[in-house]
């Protein structure tokens, strides 16, 4: 994933030792092409595992999550943290925890969406403490369904999403792991650290 890489030394900012911007192709404003890349490598990685739907969070899950189902040809629902209007129908819920933000929000998904023949491939953004990642696991449980993996576009590996999520057995897909955000440079895992532009 080295387009992943540039664009993330070249557009994100480092806030501080914990936390990457990126909010010009990820979290705010969003970067077609790339979301492109982004499915056409979860899918590759994902192909044979006979995936039937990807789950996801809003919101900055939704763009890699919607690239990755039409290269994987699957269906996509995202996990709401507000109920619609609409959201009358049982539901599925499970509480999140944000470490990053000190909050924590129930996330819901309509028990219609997700059922036990599913075999469910989760997408997020950001793996930090992996809170996300868990909720979305213990919705896929409930619904009786298996979790075929986790891909996440960016991790934080300095954190320990990816241990507790590993402890647990579940395979995990990061397109670009971070090992460090000192010194105001991303260190990317395994590699030398390149200068912010
Ligand atoms: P966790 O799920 O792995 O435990 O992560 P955590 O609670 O720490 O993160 C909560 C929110 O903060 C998530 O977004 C996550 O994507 C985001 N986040 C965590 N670390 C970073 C970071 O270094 N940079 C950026 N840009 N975001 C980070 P969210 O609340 O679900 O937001 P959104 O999906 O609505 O955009």
Do not use: W
């Amino acid at each position: 994933m080295d387009f992943l890489q540039k664009k993330i030394i070249n557009h994100g900012t480092v806030i501080n030792d914990h936390v990457l911007k990126v909010d010009t192709f990820l979290n705010h404003g969003i970067d077609p092409e790339l979301m492109k890349e982004i499915g056409k490598e979860f899918a590759s990685r994902y192909q044979h595992e006979k995936v039937t739907k990807i789950l996801t969070l809003e919101s900055s899950g939704i763009a890699p999550s919607l690239m990755t189902a039409l290269a994987l040809d699957c269906e996509l629902v995202f996990a709401r943290k507000r109920k619609s209007l609409t959201m009358v129908d049982s539901l599925l819920t499970s509480s999140v925890h944000s470490y990053t933000k000190n909050q924590t929000n129930d996330i819901s998904v309509s028990k219609d969406l997700l059922n036990s023949q599913d075999r469910i491939l989760i997408i997020d953004d950001f793996l930090a403490n992996g809170q996300a990642a868990m909720g979305l696991i213990d919705l896929v449980q409930q619904a009786g369904a298996e979790v075929a993996g986790i891909g996440i576009v960016i991790e934080k590996s300095f954190q320990p999403g990816r241990k507790l999520l590993e402890e647990k057995g579940f395979r995990i897909d990061s397109l670009a792991r971070i090992s460090s955000l000192s010194n105001g440079k991303v260190h990317f895992l395994q590699e030398e650290p390149i200068v912010q532009k």
